[in-house]
């Protein structure tokens, strides 16, 4: 049955639902609401487990840390300055192969300080070694959630995974959620059971000091599991799911009305809504336009390089930027094709169009989406809906 | 009598003489096998678990230089969740880890309470990074951060008071402890364990290297903190002042500086006024705590 709620509320009862044994609670706009919902439900006695008020961020990915090296499934969220907060932690987390799972609901980093959503709290930790998942909607971001701890646990990954939702749109919007059973999720999630844990009957000594001797090795290894392991592993679980529990997964990318598409947009999370219908408009006036949705941003898809090399035109549009450089996305996307190109033999690439919005939680509109569509110019992160009489103040 | 389990196995790197070692080693054994253990960044971190080499033979997590506190709520609340609540966690750092970086660390793990004894290997400077003062080191300390020169005369703030941090936090149990005095340390340390809620044990650990003194001199230097009255072993219970151990004779404390190349230089005429800094804050300690032994 479906459920009208409140994006964080769902996720809070989807992330109860994957039965963690610690939670670490800190308080961040916008993603306080998963938390005090968490809370909530355990206080309720709806879910058994301990809850942890940490102090601030960096002790709550320390604590979910320590939580899951001793062998019980943990859970925590969090937002821009709190993230930046945690990076640390979270590379550590990786390096310890510790399958933590937390949600992270973006917000823009401050200074000038703002609690309204764009992308770039995230990028911080692109090159962490987690798997970063991007929900579209609240159903999906609840779906990825059940699947990101599967991954996370799985024996061959071991890696931490983050699912990025974005701040007020997805945390604050409302929308019909169907949840599973509790019974279908424990069939599908099994209880945490590693082979290396914190047990004073068999005694390791975890975190080490590595050597030049070994240290380089340490880093391959999560390369490769990334690269070989991850990918394969996201697309058996999302197919797994979808059989499951009968509603579409897509894993690590969906092609939205690409088949014949001359022209792709290529994004992720929850602008990819509006962009659709743009699409959807573009479509009854017969253009051939399509838009490639990133679900799995790490690791980054190697068939993103191959599906786009058929395009004339691409159009890349995300909500983060790397100041002096480029957009993220847009990086990945060059990344990838030319690879891609090299592999195939192929010397035309596609154009490319590069496009930062959203920033601080500006609105992009629809008409503004469909004039991306119809310029032709190379632009490498142009910041769209820039107000010319604002910048006075500052350049 | 010392108890003896070696859980924290020869072959370690330490420095020759390293207090650190000698006061980890009494503290797990005192412990056992029962136990988790996680460690800060720091000396003892580097000496005891270089890959592909381990000296411990308990549960040993290290993760970074300020999160001990924190990883170890997680195992503590993991272990809650498990319902295996005998097992003795214990949560340790040098005092940099400790009462500079780590400290809003070990303040959310007192405040809230965790079953977790709390221990600082006091140095009272980051010695692994190679000797730079921390918020623990004594005035006047020569420390390559807190240099001697011809406008210093060394470390220019006295030690932050961690045993008054840890009370002001009601921790259940809150002592300290010197390598010169073992069973008196493995006591406190099986005290502690079998009390309830946050504990903290501090330990005055003498380092060779960074305070400048032969190694065999580790365990006399750390004597003489105590018998000058400038390390009082204490013992709190609930806030309550349970033990103290009593003096006979306080020793000048001209002899405990005289022997260490990091305080030597106090006791030249110069720098009388920071010698008086001393000798004011062990007249504290005697009254505060009746160190003297009255027959």
Redesign the interface.
């Known amino acids: 049955m479906k459920q009208f709620l409140e994006g964080a509320t769902s996720i809070a009862k989807t992330v109860a639902l994957c039965r963690p ?2 939670i ?1 609670a800190y308080p961040i706009t916008p993603q306080t609401h998963i938390v005090e919902e968490l809370s909530a439900i355990v206080a309720n006695g709806e879910l ?3 809850m ?5 961020e ?3 990915a ?11 499934r ?1 859970f925590s969220s969090t937002s821009s300055q709190g993230l930046l907060l945690m990076a ?2 979270v590379f ?1 987390i990786a390096g ?1 192969r510790l399958p933590v799972v937390m949600c992270c609901v973006n917000r823009a980093v401050s200074a000038p300080i703002n609690i309204w959503n764009d992308q770039q709290d995230i990028m911080t930790l692109r090159d962490a070694g987690v798997v970063l998942f991007f929900a579209e909607s609240i159903q999906e971001a609840c779906d990825l959630h059940i699947q990101a701890f599967k991954l996370a646990e799985d024996p061959a990954i071991m890696l931490p995974v983050i699912i990025n939702i974005d701040g007020f749109v997805l945390s604050h919007g409302y929308e019909a959620v169907e949840f599973p059973s509790q019974e279908m999720v424990d069939k599908f999630l099994p209880p945490y059971n590693p082979p290396f844990k ?3 009957q ?10 030049p001797e ?1 240290y380089l090795e340490t880093r391959y290894a999560i390369h490769k599991t990334m690269l070989d392991e991850v990918p394969n592993k996201i697309k058996q679980i999302a197919e797994e799911f979808t059989k499951m529990f009968g509603r579409t997964s897509y894993g690590l990318y969906e092609k939205y009305k690409l088949d014949d598409a001359e022209n792709i947009f290529v994004s992720f999370g929850s602008v990819a809504g509006p962009i659709k219908d743009v699409v959807d408009s573009l479509r009854e006036r017969n253009e051939k336009v399509g838009l490639l949705r990133i679900i799995t941003y790490r690791p980054f898809p190697q068939e993103i390089g191959d599906i786009l090399l058929k395009a004339k035109k691409i159009i890349v549009l995300e909500k983060d930027i790397s100041l002096g450089a480029t957009g993220a996305l847009y990086s990945d996307v060059i990344t990838s094709l030319y690879i891609s190109a090299h592999r195939n033999k192929v010397s035309c690439l596609p154009k490319i169009l590069g496009y930062v919005c959203g920033l601080g939680g500006r609105d992009i509109s629809l008409e503004e989406i469909e004039d991306l569509y119809r310029k032709e110019d190379l632009v490498e992160s142009e910041f769209v809906g820039l107000k010319k009489e604002n910048l006075g103040s500052f350049i | 009598m010392i108890d003896e389990k070696i859980l924290l196995t020869p072959g370690h790197t330490a420095c020759a003489g390293c207090g650190e070692a000698l006061a980890a080693r009494l503290v797990i054994d005192a412990a056992g096998p029962n136990t988790i253990v996680v460690t800060n960044t720091g000396c003892l971190e580097v000496f005891s678990s270089t890959y592909p080499y381990s000296s411990w033979r308990v549960p040993f997590i290290h993760s970074l230089f300020e999160n001990a506190a924190a990883v170890a709520s997680g195992i503590e609340s993991a272990l809650n969740y498990l319902g295996k609540t005998d097992i003795n966690i214990i949560a340790q750092a040098g005092d940099g880890g400790f009462g500079d970086i780590g400290l809003q660390a070990f303040s959310g793990l007192w405040e809230r309470g965790h079953n977790v004894l709390s221990i600082c290997y006091d140095n009272e400077a980051y010695m692994n990074t190679g000797i730079q003062r921390s918020g623990t080191s004594p005035t006047g300390a020569n420390t390559g951060t807190s240099p001697v020169g011809k406008l210093s005369y060394g470390n220019p703030t006295w030690k932050k008071n961690l045993l008054e941090i840890a009370l002001a936090h009601r921790c259940s149990y809150v002592a300290t402890a010197s390598i010169s005095y073992p069973v008196d340390l493995q006591n406190k340390v099986k005290k502690a364990l079998k009390i309830k809620g946050a504990k903290f044990i501090h330990i005055l650990v003498p380092c060779p290297l960074g305070w400048g003194y032969e190694p065999y001199l580790s365990v006399k230097i750390a004597e003489l903190a105590v018998e000058t009255g400038l390390w009082p072993l204490v013992e709190y219970e609930n806030g309550e002042l349970k033990k103290v151990r009593k003096i006979k004779n306080i020793k000048p404390i001209e002899e405990y500086l005289s022997l260490q190349k990091r305080t030597q230089h106090l006791l030249l005429e110069e720098n009388r006024h920071v010698l008086e800094i001393w000798k004011d804050f062990i007249k504290r300690n005697i009254e505060k705590y009746q160190l003297l032994e009255t027959s």
């Not at chain 1, 320390?62 to 019980?72: D, F, H, P, R, Y």
């Open positions: 044994g610690v670490a058994k487990a301990e942890v008020n940490v102090e601030s960096h002790s709550a320390s604590c979910i840390l320590g939580a899951v090296a001793t062998g019980v943990a640390e932690v550590n310890l914190l047990d004073p068999n005694p390791l000594t975890f975190g080490a000091l590595v050597g070994w």
